[in-house]
């Protein structure tokens, strides 16, 4: 089973992050159904378009790498491999955090919207530090569970487009912003509630780790 997770997990993540990619990087952000419905209501500023680049390189870098960092098996047969892919990996939420909060003052559905994605950026941020400052005290333990709520909060990518869809689906494109409201809330509070459950059966379990 946890094979499996670690496979679904990776998959979904590889393919968000090539969407976002291909949908921002390559095409463009002007061409992304979010940006055009912002364009309807405001102006976005060069700035804006710079943050949305940084946000997107950052934010997939770490999508890509998390399933590996987070590893067991990769991690016994390749630890120095995955010292190098974690810092990249916190690099990338340096710059994601850092990108998103400004980016949460221009979401979609007003000052709910924004107080959801900063919430994200701001946890994003924490949990990562706390990440960082467990590993260099050397509580491994501890690091690993705060990187399992960390990626937990990475997956928000991945979980803001699969809600996203089953609004889309279930109320129409109609209404979008009251869908997109909630799912600023919605791609990331389930995801920490799974990562503290997924945190406590294992770490009963003796490990708090993906295997591969």
Same mark, same amino acid.
């Given at each position: 089973?946890?094979?499996?997770?670690?496979?679904?997990?990776?998959?979904?993540?590889?393919?968000?992050?090539?969407?976002?990619?291909?949908?921002?990087?390559?095409?463009?952000?002007?061409?992304?159904?979010?940006?055009?419905?912002?364009?309807?209501?405001?102006?976005?500023?060069?700035?804006?378009?710079?943050?949305?680049?940084?946000?997107?390189?950052?934010?997939?870098?770490?999508?890509?790498?998390?399933?590996?960092?987070?590893?067991?098996?990769?991690?016994?047969?390749?630890?120095?491999?995955?010292?190098?892919?974690?810092?990249?990996?916190?690099?990338?939420?340096?710059?994601?955090?850092?990108?998103? @909060?400004?980016?949460?003052?221009? $979401?979609?559905?007003? +000052?709910?919207?924004?107080?959801?994605? *900063? !919430?994200? &950026? /701001?946890?994003?941020?924490?949990?990562?530090?706390?990440?960082?400052?467990?590993?260099?005290?050397?509580?491994?333990?501890?690091?690993?569970?705060?990187?399992?709520?960390?990626?937990?909060?990475?997956?928000?990518?991945?979980?803001?487009?699969?809600?996203?869809?089953?609004?889309?689906?279930?109320?129409?494109?109609?209404?979008?912003?009251?869908?997109?409201?909630?799912?600023?809330?919605?791609?990331? @509070?389930?995801?920490?509630?799974? $990562?503290?459950?997924? +945190?406590?059966?294992?770490?009963?379990? *003796? !490990?708090? &780790? /993906?295997?591969?």
């Amino acid at each position: 089973m946890r094979k499996g997770l670690w496979m679904t997990m990776t998959i979904l993540a590889f393919a968000i992050a090539g969407y976002g990619i291909v949908q921002y990087l390559v095409l463009g952000a002007d061409s992304a159904g979010f940006v055009q419905e912002k364009l309807l209501k405001i102006k976005l500023n060069s700035l804006w378009y710079t943050m949305i680049a940084i946000h997107v390189m950052a934010s997939v870098t770490s999508l890509m790498l998390g399933p590996f960092t987070l590893s067991s098996k990769f991690r016994a047969k390749h630890l120095n491999r995955h010292r190098i892919m974690g810092r990249i990996y916190l690099t990338g939420i340096l710059f994601g955090c850092g990108t998103g @909060v400004y980016l949460a003052f221009y $979401a979609t559905g007003g +000052i709910v919207s924004t107080f959801g994605f *900063g !919430s994200l &950026s /701001i946890l994003w941020f924490y949990t990562a530090y706390q990440a960082l400052r467990n590993i260099l005290g050397k509580r491994v333990e501890s690091h690993r569970r705060w990187m399992i709520r960390n990626y937990a909060l990475t997956l928000a990518a991945v979980t803001l487009r699969l809600w996203l869809l089953i609004f889309v689906l279930v109320f129409g494109e109609e209404r979008f912003e009251w869908s997109y409201t909630i799912i600023s809330w919605l791609s990331w @509070v389930p995801n920490l509630l799974l $990562a503290e459950c997924f +945190i406590k059966k294992w770490a009963e379990a *003796g !490990s708090m &780790s /993906i295997s591969s």
